[in-house]
């Protein structure tokens, strides 16, 4: 997908109120307390001395724009995004394997722009979707037993009513997340644009600010890491384990 360039100011903005109350460096800001790295498709070692960062890094110092600058540098970088593949993917939800035990879920709308789906009209769609993928789970990785997430989504009823209610439950504040996704996403809606209200609150709560003990506090959502065992997904989406079991 490609991301609007009112989502990278918006993030240029929260670097620039880190920067006013700590005294730390634009660059470092920009490392530390926004997607950018990643948007760049530069992994996620955050390396300060990778040579595309100074290249960026350098630009910043004679940009007339940051903004019109981050978002020209993204747009060429767009084509290197070296995020890990996932194993599978059907249709909104991927996974990735942490370890030989532990699978993490992902979410990335797949809809066409008309379509809300996490509306309740896609929720069997949706729910079918997670059905193929722990079934693929459950025929590919043998040794999986634990399913774990973490993003801004867990929030939302309309992503809580997915998953099994002892995932959801086990929900527990996941901190300095300002480098990823999970929390940014907020911001968004399924086109990749700004969702501008919750944005504007955002600026507004952040040009109040007069302490940034914890930045975080200036998000509405927090990300959340949620975790529960792989039966209960079994159980739930209704997969009868000893099927496939016997047909191994
Ligand atoms: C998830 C996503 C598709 C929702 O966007 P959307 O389809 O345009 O959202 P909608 O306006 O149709 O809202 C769907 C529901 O979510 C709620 N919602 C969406 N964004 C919200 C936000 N930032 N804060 C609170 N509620 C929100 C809506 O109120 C609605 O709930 P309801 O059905 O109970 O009324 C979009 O935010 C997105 O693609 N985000 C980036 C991807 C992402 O964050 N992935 C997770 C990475 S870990």
Redesign the pocket.
């Known amino acids: 997908?490609r991301y609007s360039k009112e989502f990278f100011d918006l993030q240029i903005r929260f670097a620039q109120a880190i920067v006013a109350l700590t005294g730390t460096r634009i660059e470092q800001a920009l490392l530390d307390y926004t997607n950018i790295y990643i948007r760049f498709g530069l992994g996620r070692a955050f390396d300060r001395g990778h040579a595309t960062w100074r290249c960026y890094a350098d630009g910043l110092i004679h940009a007339v724009d940051i903004c019109d600058w981050t978002y020209r540098f993204y747009l060429k970088r767009i084509e290197a995004d070296q995020t890990r593949p996932p194993v599978a993917t059907f249709g909104?939800f991927s996974y990735v394997m942490q370890d030989a035990r532990l699978v993490r879920i992902?979410?990335?709308?797949a809809?066409p722009s008309t379509?809300?789906?996490?509306?309740?009209e896609r929720l069997p769609v949706r729910l079918a979707e997670l059905r193929s993928l722990f079934d693929h789970i459950g025929r590919n990785q043998q040794e999986a037993t634990r399913i774990a997430?973490?993003?801004?989504?867990y929030?939302?009823?309309?992503?809580q009513r997915c998953f099994p209610d002892g995932y959801v439950s086990s929900a527990k504040i996941a901190e300095s997340r300002f480098r990823?996704?999970?929390l940014?996403?907020?911001?968004?809606?399924?086109?990749?644009f700004v969702?501008t209200g919750?944005v504007e609150d955002f600026i507004r709560g952040l040009s109040n600010t007069k302490n940034i003990q914890d930045p975080a506090s200036c998000f509405?959502?927090q990300?959340l890491a949620v975790e529960a065992s792989i039966e209960q997904f079994y159980c739930f989406y209704g997969i009868e384990r000893d099927r496939w079991m016997s047909a191994l």
């Not at 992902?106 to 709308?109: L, S």
């Not at 997430?149 to 989504?153: A, C, F, H, I, V």
């Not at 929030?155 to 992503?159: D, E, G, M, S, T």
């Open positions: 997908m909104c992902h979410f990335q709308n809809e379509v809300s789906p996490l509306s309740i997430g973490t993003s801004w989504l929030n939302l009823r309309a992503y990823h996704m999970p940014w996403g907020q911001f968004l809606d399924r086109n990749g969702r919750i509405p959502l990300a």
